[in-house]
C-alpha cells in the first residue's frame, strides 16, 4: 500500500514539475519577445535581430520535451533508466543548440547575401557556399559531440567512416558531381548572381547557385534549372562581362546608283555614328559587293555599353539618320527584283501565239 502511494506521489510530482515547467518555459519565451520588441523598437541592441531568431526559431516541441525529462526526473528510476534520461537530456539539449545554430548561420548568410548582391555579386555566390560548409560543421559536431556523449569511441566511428564513405560516395557520385561543381563555380567565378548568361540555346539571369541545381530567369519569365555538372562542361557566354558591344550590319542600294553616290555613303555612315549623341565607336564601312538585289555595304562599329537595350536605341538613330540621309539625296534602299527579257525571233513568237491561244 505504502508503495502505491509513493508511487503515486512520484507521478503527482512528475506532472506537477512537468506542468510547471512547461508553463514558465512559455512565459519566459513571450516575456523575451516582448522585451526583444519594445527594444527593437528603440534601436538600441546591434544584434538584436539573431536574438529574435533563436527566440522565435525555439519551438514548443523542444518545451515540451524539456519539461517531460524535468517531470521525469522527479521519479525514482533504476540506474540503467536514469542513464537513458542523461542520453534524452544530452540528445535534446545538444540537437536544439545545432538548431540555433542553424538558424543563427540562415539568418546571417541571408542577411549578406541580400546585401551583396546588389553590391558584390561574386561575393554573394560564396556566402552560399560559406553557409553550407558552416551547417555541414555545425552538424558534424553536434553529431560528434552527441555520440561522445552517449558512451560512443569517436576514434574507432572516424576511421570506420572513411571505409564508408567510400561506398557512399560511389553511390551517390551523381550529386557529389555537382556538389563539387558547385564549388569550382564558387570558386572560379565563371559567372555570378547577375549575370546574364547563354548555356546552348538557353540563356537568362542567374538566380540562384546551389548545391546540386543553377537556376535561371529567361527573358519570357519563366525559369530555366541547370545541373551544376552538365553547366559546367557546356560552353557558358557570360554577356554581363561584356565591356562593349561589337555590331555588324548590311544595306543595299539599287544597282543604277552612281559612282559619286556610292563613294559618299560610307563617309554618310562615319558621319552618322561619330556624332557625339551616339555611345558609340566607328570602325569601318565600305561598299561590300554586288548582290541579287543590289550594292551591298557593310558596316561595323562598337556600342560602349554592354547593355543591350542601349545597342537597340543607337541602331535605331542610326537607321533612321541613315534613311533620312539617303531619300535627301533622293536614294533609296534596294529589294528583290526580276527583270525578264524576250528576244526577238521564232522563240518570241511561239511565247505570243501560245499566249493568245491561252486568253482564247
Request: without cysteine; aromatic residues 10%; hydrophobic residues 45%.
Amino acid at each position: 500500500m505504502k508503495s502505491l502511494e509513493f508511487i503515486s506521489y512520484d507521478i503527482a510530482s512528475a506532472l506537477i514539475v512537468l506542468l510547471a515547467v512547461l508553463s514558465g518555459l512559455l512565459l519566459l519565451k513571450a516575456f523575451v519577445a516582448r522585451q526583444l520588441q519594445r527594444l527593437g523598437q528603440a534601436g538600441r541592441v546591434p544584434f538584436l535581430h539573431y536574438i529574435e531568431q533563436l527566440v522565435s526559431g525555439t519551438r514548443l516541441p523542444f518545451f515540451v520535451g524539456i519539461a517531460l525529462l524535468a517531470g521525469v526526473s522527479q521519479i525514482q528510476l533504476s540506474p540503467s533508466q536514469e542513464r537513458w534520461l542523461h542520453y534524452a537530456w544530452i540528445v535534446t539539449l545538444v540537437s536544439q543548440i545545432a538548431l540555433w545554430g542553424n538558424r543563427i548561420i540562415s539568418v546571417a548568410v541571408k542577411g549578406a547575401f541580400d546585401q551583396q548582391r546588389k553590391t558584390d555579386p561574386a561575393g554573394a555566390t560564396h556566402l552560399m557556399l560559406a553557409g553550407l560548409v558552416g551547417r555541414i560543421i555545425l552538424w558534424s559536431t553536434a553529431a560528434l559531440v552527441m555520440l561522445d556523449n552517449l558512451g560512443f569511441n569517436i576514434t574507432t566511428i572516424v576511421a570506420s567512416l572513411g571505409i564508408g564513405g567510400i561506398a557512399v560516395a560511389l553511390a551517390v557520385q551523381n550529386i557529389l558531381g555537382d556538389i563539387f561543381s558547385s564549388v569550382s563555380i564558387a570558386m572560379d567565378k565563371p559567372f555570378v548572381i547577375g549575370d546574364f548568361i547563354v548555356v546552348d540555346s538557353y540563356l537568362g539571369t542567374v538566380e540562384y547557385v546551389g548545391l546540386k541545381t543553377t537556376r535561371l530567369r529567361s527573358l519570357s519569365g519563366e525559369q530555366i534549372i541547370f545541373s551544376n555538372a552538365e553547366l559546367l562542361k557546356s560552353r557558358i557566354r557570360n554577356y554581363k562581362r561584356m565591356q562593349e558591344r561589337r555590331v555588324l550590319f548590311e544595306f543595299s542600294l539599287p544597282h543604277d546608283t552612281s559612282i559619286e553616290e556610292i563613294e559618299r555613303v560610307p563617309h554618310t555612315v562615319r558621319e552618322i555614328i561619330s556624332a557625339d549623341y551616339l555611345d558609340a565607336r566607328f570602325d569601318r564601312a565600305h561598299f561590300k559587293g554586288y548582290g541579287e538585289k543590289g550594292l551591298q555595304f557593310e558596316v561595323v562599329y562598337y556600342v560602349l555599353d554592354p547593355d543591350y537595350n542601349k545597342y537597340m536605341d543607337i541602331q535605331q538613330e542610326i537607321n533612321l539618320a541613315l534613311l533620312a540621309a539617303l531619300r535627301q539625296r533622293n536614294l533609296r534602299l534596294a529589294y528583290p527584283t526580276r527583270t525578264l527579257h524576250i528576244a526577238e525571233g521564232e522563240y518570241s513568237r511561239s511565247v505570243s501565239g501560245a499566249a493568245e491561244k491561252l486568253v482564247a
